[in-house]
């Protein structure tokens, strides 16, 4: 009630924000929609509303109308790097690397010196397992942004092992002050036992960055791993004290819809698990990787890598494995698997595109330099792929 005589009153763009938000929590996406377009009209420069409203579009498996409506904001905040992020994320998932890769070309031309864009070119390429490529990249981001921690803390990570020591060094020289760097030194120390070490440099994070919620889940699953209950108890409280509201893991966890008004110490222990989670991934692709390069032609070895990346949500890797699979294992079951996941992707992208339901009673478009967005009634869709037989079902 008092957000909407705030609004009646001249609200800001804030006051409409805070309104989507309040009905997002409510699970009132048709208000939450039709708040987001009124805000839109009134402030179509504020670029947290676009976000909002592309993100709505996600949730729903509309995405197709989540693109165009990144599309829309980016005309009309075109140096906007969240816009930019979520747009290329979107095209990866619809239309695989190729696309992502040009939005984030262009992304930087425009945002030249940012870090997150360039951190997100190497790690696509990454994830579609061109290595060599985002080698490159990660080599000409540090030119071009030779002081960025974040940047500096993931180099640390690409490197092979026996590297690693001299490229720390090189992060420290630049970024001493830095947490990513100081925590990507920690986790060196940790793999390789050395506690003491590991839990000074991960205080030393903490210390730099409480605001950053991802070293204190680091902090704390260290704890849980090497520490007592005393120290597991000091993490958590400093953490409380500390209420950190960034960090790429922690953000996710936190904004989630089901997350909304979740207590430090909750967030804080479903990061945990989320990073723990990460882990055991990792190291199962490393021990996939020698296995399907020592026995090039096992079937079964390639659809285990394909069945890590699918359950991980990494649908783009899991194409990417199940290509190199019909190359070099191509047997029925590869080709059929291979089938079913391009069907069952066809079904979703006609659920949230084809079958719309009707729009609302007072359609619109958003002034966004010619993009027009009709305001729909929606039902939450499932945005996971399902397999209907029992056969087919083994996949996941």
């Given amino acids: 009630m008092l957000l909407a005589k705030a609004r009646e009153r ?5 006051v409409w924000m805070k309104s989507a938000i309040v009905e997002r929590e409510s699970g009132n996406t ?87 864009l360039w951190l997100a070119a190497v790690r696509a390429e990454s994830r579609h397992g061109i290595e060599k490529e985002a080698d490159i990249l990660m080599a000409k981001a540090l030119q071009v942004c030779p002081n960025s921690g974040i940047l500096w803390a993931a180099s640390i990570e690409m490197v092979l092992r026996p590297q690693r020591r001299t490229k720390s060094m090189d992060a420290l020289k630049r970024c001493n002050h830095d947490p990513h760097v100081i925590a990507a030194i920690a986790k060196l120390f940790w793999h390789d036992r050395n506690v003491d070490k590991a839990r000074s440099w991960l205080d030393r994070a903490v210390t730099l960055g409480p605001d950053i919620g991802d070293f204190w889940a680091l ?12 120290t597991q108890e000091d993490v958590l409280k400093r953490c409380i004290a500390a209420e950190p509201k960034y960090g790429e893991r922690w953000e996710a966890v936190s904004k989630a819809v089901e997350n909304s008004h979740q207590p430090t110490e909750a967030i804080l222990k479903k990061v945990v698990v989320a990073l723990g989670k990460e882990e055991t991934s990792a190291e199962a692709r ?17 659809l285990a890598a394909f069945k890590l990346e699918f359950e991980n949500h990494e649908p783009e890797r899991a194409r990417m494995l199940l290509a190199k699979a019909r190359e070099r294992a191509g047997t029925e079951r590869v080709w059929m698997k291979s089938a079913i996941v391009e069907r069952e992707s066809e079904n979703m992208h006609r659920q949230g595109e084809e079958g719309r339901p009707p729009l609302l009673a007072s359609p619109g478009s958003i002034p966004a330099g010619g993009m027009c967005i009709c305001l729909q009634r929606v039902d939450p869709g499932s945005s996971s792929i399902r397999f209907r037989s029992q056969e087919h079902a083994r996949m996941t």
Avoid at 286 to 302: F, G, H, K
Wanted: aromatic content about 10%; overall charge neutral; hydrophobic content about 35%.
């Fill in 30 to 116: 048709d208000e939450e929609r039709r708040l987001l377009y009124d805000g839109l009209k009134r402030f179509p420069s504020f670029f947290k509303l676009w976000l909002m409203l592309g993100q709505l579009e996600e949730r729903l498996s509309y995405l197709e109308r989540a693109k165009e409506v990144y599309e829309s904001g980016l005309k009309q905040c075109s140096s906007c790097v969240p816009l930019w992020l979520s747009l290329a994320k979107m095209e990866e998932k619809m239309n695989g690397l190729s696309k992502a890769r040009a939005v984030l070309t262009m992304a930087r031309k425009k945002n030249p010196e940012s870090p997150e």
């Fill in 286 to 302: 490393v021990i996939l990787q020698e296995a399907y390069a020592a026995i090039p032609y096992s079937e079964e070895i390639w």
């Fill in 219 to 230: 902090f704390c699953k260290f704890e849980l791993q090497h520490g007592t209950k005393e």
């Fill in 10 to 14: 001249g609200g800001t763009e804030r």
